[in-house]
T-cell receptor, first 110, second 113 residues
Framework: QKEVEQDPGPLSVPEGAIVSLNCTYS??????FMWYRQYSRKGPELLMY????GNKEDGRFTAQVDKSSKYISLFIRDSQPSDSATYLC??????????FGTGTRLQVFP | EAQVTQNPRYLITVTGKKLTVTCSQN?????MSWYRQDPGLGLRQIYY???????DKGDVPEGYKVSRKEKRNFPLILESPSPNQTSLYFC????????????FGPGTRLTVT
């Protein structure tokens, strides 16, 4: 079993839709949770990070962590074609190592 | 502009021909690492370096070498490339305090025939 599981998609939604992206994990030591966005032919870039459980909002993006269920989510409101990318979850515990999910490809069509 | 640069961006080579992929960062970051990205497997760490002259293996180090002689540079060396090293490679850097924010290079697409 992988430490981090992420549905690869692709996920195709119309512009304006609410998008939900999710990851599950097995290591209860994880306490730092991140979402990276990767456009085609580019390197990943940090979108959001949260520590421990709870929600964090940044504009149209909301990151949610449920440590009891070992489940994290990224919600995108009012999705735009420019949000079309691959979204990678990443997490870390008491080491410096980041463990990445395999990424979910999102396409937002006009 | 703060950035991580990699060269070359694309490389096609043959089995056994030694190659080096360069990586350089201009943010004075202590921590640098190399990843490979493969479909269905995601990003996997190859090697990392916590500072000059300090390197350690990641999850998939076999067939790769690295060196860290200067803080800004972290080249990835494939002494004898094989087809199973065909992949998309990313260099990344971060400061010691910035665990969450790794800065990634643009990637190097390597094909070994």
């Amino acid at each position: 079993q992988k430490e981090v599981e992420q549905d690869p998609g692709p996920l195709s939604v119309p512009e304006g839709a609410i998008v939900s992206l999710n990851c599950t994990y097995s290591n209860s030591a994880f306490q730092y949770f991140m979402w990276y966005r990767q456009y085609s032919r580019k390197g990943p870039e940090l979108l959001m990070y949260t520590y421990s459980s709870g929600n964090k909002e940044d504009g149209r993006f909301t990151a949610q962590v449920d440590k009891s269920s070992k489940y994290i989510s990224l919600f995108i409101r009012d999705s735009q074609p420019s949000d079309s990318a691959t979204y990678l979850c990443a997490m870390s515990g008491d080491t410096d190592k980041l463990i990445f999910g395999t990424g979910t490809r999102l396409q937002v069509f006009p | 502009e703060a950035q991580v640069t990699q060269n070359p961006r694309y490389l096609i080579t043959v089995t056994g021909k030694k190659l080096t992929v360069t990586c350089s960062q201009n943010m004075n970051h202590e921590y640098m690492s190399w990843y490979r990205q493969d479909p269905g497997l995601g990003l996997r760490q190859i090697y990392y370096s916590m500072n000059v002259e300090v390197t350690d293996k990641g999850d998939v180090p076999e067939g790769y070498k690295v060196s860290r002689k200067e803080k800004r540079n972290f080249p990835l060396i494939l002494e004898s490339p094989s087809p199973n090293q065909t992949s998309l490679y990313f260099c990344a850097s971060r400061s010691h305090r910035g665990l969450y924010e790794q800065y990634f290079g643009p990637g190097t697409r390597l094909t070994v025939t």
